[in-house]
């Protein structure tokens, strides 16, 4: 029997009868860890564990927080920003049940809106050009309001460029 055998009996022995001497309901979990080597990480844990309870435990009393940085929350943050662009340009949807699709359908909705307003300021850029062109033929405006209405065009244009065709 190798040494790694040996420890994981020892200590599911030594783990079983701790579990004998815990309040009703309560469960055990050991995790051992070698900074830098996952391979020799081992987890035991009771039966019928909820390890997402572990993480809560941790969170409440053993200093795991939100505002900490870890790979795994790290990694949660990256597939919630990829959900959301991939929502926002319409595209790889995830399946419908996934977790994800929450964040998929919020950037989604933030790309539709946004190509409404960008349809919307395109439309009213060339009404605006065209009253603009109108003024200019016919002549005797009062040429503050051409000014003011050259300057909102500039502007309309200015955020138009910046938006795909």
Sequence with gaps: MSATQRFHETANDCL??????LWPDAKLALV????????????LKDS???VDEVINTLRRRGGLSLDGDNVYKRSVCDVIIGALAMGKQNNNPPPADHWCL????VGRAEGALQEELVQALRLARKELDACQRVIHYAGGF???YVN????A?????AVLEKTPA
């Design 16 to 21: 079983e009868r701790l579990a004998a001497d």
């Design 142 to 144: 009062d040429p503050a």
């Design 153 to 157: 065009l500039k502007v309309a244009d």
């Design 32 to 43: 051992i860890y070698t900074p830098d080597k996952p391979e020799l990480d081992i987890v």
């Design 148 to 151: 003011d209405a050259q300057a």
């Design 48 to 50: 019928g564990l909820k």
């Design 102 to 105: 929450e964040f998929w359908d």
